[in-house]
């Protein structure tokens, strides 16, 4: 996100809205962390290890889910956005984790997608996207002058909540997934942003109640703000 180097050249890009999820294990000595590696050759950090994530659709919107967001995460995300726009976001890290590494974060339902929804195969095996367990824990803003411009938030969710402890094949984005306790996932080659996240959940995890943090850019130089 904060990696690639300016052009520029470029006319203005809007942020698009996106999201990210950090699913975690507590289940061994020291938690770990999901993170794939994304295919090499690809335009958008190629090689890069990162989190599951990916930018916002209509159909975010629109599905439905078996739990909504949990009141604390609710709150925290109505400062950044709309309360649909929220939903919709948890929904877009739902999704996108289910279609980078197959997980599922969601519980047994019926629900009712068309047939071109990107959320066509999650409820077509029988599930709905549960929103209540996942946590705001950051948010932020690619800088000016690249090709590609995400608003991003990140979320974290337990791997309690997945269907399912091992990744399926995916939609071939990510060509290798693991999970890494902080340590490891800090040896990888991540993107600067992702590193960053990285660092603040990893305290989280021994500090409740942390500020969220907000990075950001303006007139070039990098902010880190609160939520």
């Known amino acids: 996100m904060i990696d690639d180097a300016p052009d520029r050249s470029l006319p203005p890009i809007r942020p698009k809205d996106a999201a990210t999820l950090l699913v975690i294990r507590r289940d061994g000595p020291v938690p770990r962390v999901l993170m794939g590696r994304r295919v090499g050759g690809h335009a958008f950090m190629p090689d890069k290890w990162v989190f599951p994530g990916g930018r916002i659709h209509p159909s975010d919107f629109r599905v439905p889910v078996a739990r909504g967001l949990g009141e604390e995460t609710a709150g925290a995300l109505a400062r950044t956005c709309t309360i649909e726009r929220a939903r919709a976001l948890a929904a877009t890290a ?64 337990g791997a309690e909540h997945l269907v ?11 060509d290798e997934i693991a999970w890494f306790d902080w340590e490891a996932a800090g040896g990888l080659d991540l993107p600067s942003i992702t590193r960053a996240i990285l660092g603040e959940v990893a305290l989280r995890e021994s500090e409740r109640g942390r500020a969220i943090p907000y990075h950001r850019f303006d007139r070039g130089k990098h902010r880190l703000l609160a939520v």
């Open 94 to 157: 739902i999704r996108e984790t289910f279609e980078e590494t197959g997980l599922i974060v969601g519980q047994r339902g019926e629900g009712q997608v068309s047939k071109s929804s990107e959320w066509g195969e999650f409820v077509g095996a029988g599930y709905l996207p549960d929103l209540a367990p996942l946590e705001f824990v950051a948010r932020a803003i690619t800088p000016p002058l690249r090709t590609r411009r995400f608003d991003a938030r990140f979320f974290t969710v």
């Open 164 to 174: 399912s402890l091992e990744p399926g094949a995916g939609s071939g984005e990510l």
